[in-house]
């Protein structure tokens, strides 16, 4: 009998596709398994890799030929129907530009393909969405157990993702009918708990009073004395999370009980979390948990073998996390031996070492946080099942951005290479040949040392800049950021326009290489203290006295904090007003201080620029401009009003004369018309916001 893959054509063999979740590089199908196999996961379903199948020679990406050709879009699903009309796209976790619910069927939200209703959060799941023609969905119902309508599902026994899940009250498997809520990840219930809940429960928490049921939707009047109360009654007792609209309470003792928290269960068991099995342990007083270290009160479990107490939601912590801030999978410990005194590194406060915490086992690293701390935020990391992978994503997240080496010198450095952004081969060098100002082609600030630079082409790279990885793991966002150039573009963190390298990181335009290289954890010669980035903080900026919204880098002793932009400053630059470089400076004794460049009065608690041989002083963007960052010559990538040709960038326009409306002479940053024969500037200053077409004078 003949191999099915003897008959795939020549054709298939050498085919390559192009697929919207991993645009950049092209996919070549692999039509037949080596003899080694392929130790890979598919990134579409996240199964094991097997043939045939499209992988990328350039990263670890790989699909399924199945998941390759699974259709980008779905016009309707029985679990959708309010958005009808609209479908769902193709999409790939992490996705980039909204917060991604878990998977409306299984509930999950693995890194894997799914469907993404562009209305609302509704996502489902690739493989759930093929599991669809394998059982009966029912119209959604409204029922007052619930705050959204809920939808019926037949047997569903080929739900295979399903038989994992405990969500039901009962703790049975999920394998008979079932109700399901699209919205709510947690509500999952079989038909027939649903049908026999009853109506009044003697609570182990709440030995005095029975606790009836109740419902927080005002328009119910099961239980009328039960519905006005404070919003301190809104939440449960037992677990201090905001219940559903169902609950038991008693009116006399303003004690309420969630109803999934009403029936816990009596043993908990996760042996990939924990060897041993949790039991129930009812008790009316408050204790601290073993597994995160923060009080907890009336429901807890424990592990006797180990001697342990938790909270209900901490017998099923991860034991492994690849965190977003760290290079390494963090695993968590009970507690630390052998360690003095440690500070989490997300909020800088003391990590109990006898309590639970996440930590870094490499040799040398000593790495450690909170639990609370590092599972707040679930965009930020990812749970690893299996140690192996560990280092699978470490390697994955660091793919260099040199594609060859052709020498190496006596020293073992790389004196020849090829970089993947430029055409040409890159030589390495400790000084220029010549006195002349160069910058850095990757983050735009001067060639002060060791650097790569191109004999063919003026091109130039520090070699700190050549040897970024091309693909990393950024610790601002659980997803891989991809090295790129462009001439001119905007980065979201510092602000600015620039040319050069910059990453790519899902869910923002770009980072420039300067804020790339900004660690989450930094010592500023501003400060005294570490500074670590806090992605809730809102305060003003010590260096530029703005407010951020987006996160600033702050002190964990004081109340010291700046943001992208002041920490991706150059420390020195120079300006024609002095003959020293200018020095990054933070901090002014005097009471009044005024800028040599524009002589306006500077803010003697902000940064400024100064030599201290001259006793120069300058704001920071009369010393650096409105852009220093861009290339002179590189093509504005916007028309201005009614021109249509386009505008390239220049910084030394002493040589036009002619004003603007601003009535001030071309002595900044303008745009030029690329065409030498149309005469067109714009003076690109922050106040001219008017276009002028300007004559130029014979020179």
Known sequence: MKNENENVSHDELMQQIRHPCHWEHPLVLVAEQSNEGLKAHCDGCGELLSAPCFTCIHCNYHLHKQCAKAPLYLPNHPLHPDCSGSGSLLRQRPYAFSRVYGCALCKEKRNMFFYKCDWCHFSIDIKCAQLSSSFKFSQLSEHDIHQHPLTFIESPMAIDVLKRLNYCWCHEPLTDDIYLCPDCPSFIIHKKCLDELPTKINHPSHHIHPLLLNYSDPSHHIHPLLLNYSDSYNSCNLCQKKHSRAFYGCSLCHFNVDVGCAWPRSIVEYK??????????????????????????????????????????????????????????????????????????????????????????????????????????????????????????????????????????????????????????????????????????????????????????????????????????????????????????????????????????????????????????????????????????????????????????????????????????????????????????????????????????????????????????????????????????????????????ALKFFRKVEGFPEFSRCRKFCQEEILKCEKSTCNYIVHNKYNCIEVTKLKLKAL
């Open 272 to 645: 990939s979390r924990h060897q041993h099995p949790f039991t129930l342990f009812w008790r009316q007083d408050s204790f601290i948990c073993d597994e995160c270290g923060t009080e907890g009160n009336y429901i807890s479990y424990i592990c006797s073998t180990c001697s342990l107490m938790v909270h209900k939601d901490c017998t099923s912590l991860p034991r492994i996390i690849k965190f977003s801030r760290h290079h390494h999978c963090i695993f968590h410990k009970y507690f630390l031996k052998g360690l003095t005194r440690q500070d989490c590194k997300i909020c800088f406060k003391e990590v109990r070492l006898e309590r639970g915490s996440y930590s870094c086992i490499k040799q040398g690293c000593n790495y450690i946080v909170h639990v609370n701390c590092v599972l707040e935020d679930d965009e930020l990391y990812e749970v690893i099942e299996d140690e192996k992978q560990c280092e699978d994503l470490y390697e994955k997240s660091m793919q260099s951005s040199i594609i060859r080496v052709i020498e190496v010198n006596e020293a073992g450095e790389a004196a020849m290479i090829q970089h993947f952004i430029h055409q040409h081969c890159l030589v390495l060098a400790d000084k220029m040949e010549e006195e002349i100002d160069k910058k850095c082609d990757g983050c735009m600030l001067p060639i002060s040392n060791i650097f790569y630079y191109c004999s063919e082409c003026p091109f130039f790279l520090h070699k700190t800049c050549a040897e970024m990885p091309r693909i990393k793991q950024h610790w601002f966002r659980q997803s891989n950021a991809t090295l790129n150039f462009d001439s001119f573009r905007w980065c979201q963190f510092c602000n600015r326009n620039f040319s050069g390298f910059f990453y790519n990181i899902e869910g923002y335009k770009g980072m420039c290489l300067r804020c790339a290289k900004v660690a989450d954890i930094i010592k500023c010669e501003a400060h005294q203290h570490f500074l670590f980035f806090d992605f809730k903080y809102m305060e003003k900026c010590n260096g530029c006295g703005n407010r951020c919204w987006n996160g600033e880098f702050r002190c964990g002793k004081c109340r010291f904090a700046v943001d992208f932009g002041c920490l991706a400053l150059p420390h020195s630059a120079l300006h024609k007003i002095d003959e020293h470089k200018l020095k990054l400076t933070y901090h002014d004794d005097k009471e009044q201080s005024y800028c040599d460049i524009c002589e306006q009065y500077r803010d003697p608690s902000l940064w400024y620029y100064s030599c201290s041989i001259c006793d120069t002083s300058a704001h920071i963007e009369c010393v650096l401009g409105q852009f220093p960052f861009l290339k002179d010559g590189v093509t504005y990538p916007f028309h201005y009003h009614n021109h249509h040709h």
